[in-house]
Nanobody
Framework: QVQLVESGGGLVQPGGSLRLSCAAS????????MGWFRQAPGKEREFVAR????????AYTDSVKGRFTISRDNAKNTVFLQMNSLKPEDTAVYYC?????????????????WGQGTQVTVSS
């Protein structure tokens, strides 16, 4: 089992920044690709960003490219999501997730473990 705990959410004005963190425990963190997802009220959960087990590969949904940056620190078992130039449409609960690097392609496949989420609200 992998336990994931997100933090760093909050209320921010449009154009502001937040940095989300996700602390992992339970298994060897470097064995997992990590992803960030979000779910806005009344909408389905959507992919935001992912990062490979060693940080060498990243991918983003189009709406956050150039504004969000995913990174990880395997020594600290933590993945981050730096969010800049935030917009009201970024308002959502943000979840981190993990999938084994042995489970298939970095760009496809289901995630095995999920955190409880952290609320991000962008509003003036």
């Amino acid at each position: 089992q992998v336990q994931l705990v997100e933090s760093g959410g909050g209320l921010v004005q449009p154009g502001g920044s937040l940095r989300l963190s996700c602390a992992a425990s339970g298994r060897t963190f470097s064995n997992y690709h990590m992803g960030w997802f979000r779910q806005a009220p009344g909408k389905e959960r959507e992919f935001v960003a992912r990062i490979s087990w060693n940080g060498g590969l990243t991918a983003y949904t189009d709406s956050v490219k150039g504004r969000f940056t995913i990174s990880r620190d395997n020594a600290k078992n933590t993945v981050f999501l730096q969010m800049n130039s935030l917009k009201p449409e970024d308002t959502a609960v943000y979840y981190c997730a993990a999938k084994s690097r042995n489970s298939g392609s970095f760009n496809s496949g289901a995630y095995d473990y999920w955190g409880q989420g952290t609320q991000v609200t962008v509003s003036s």
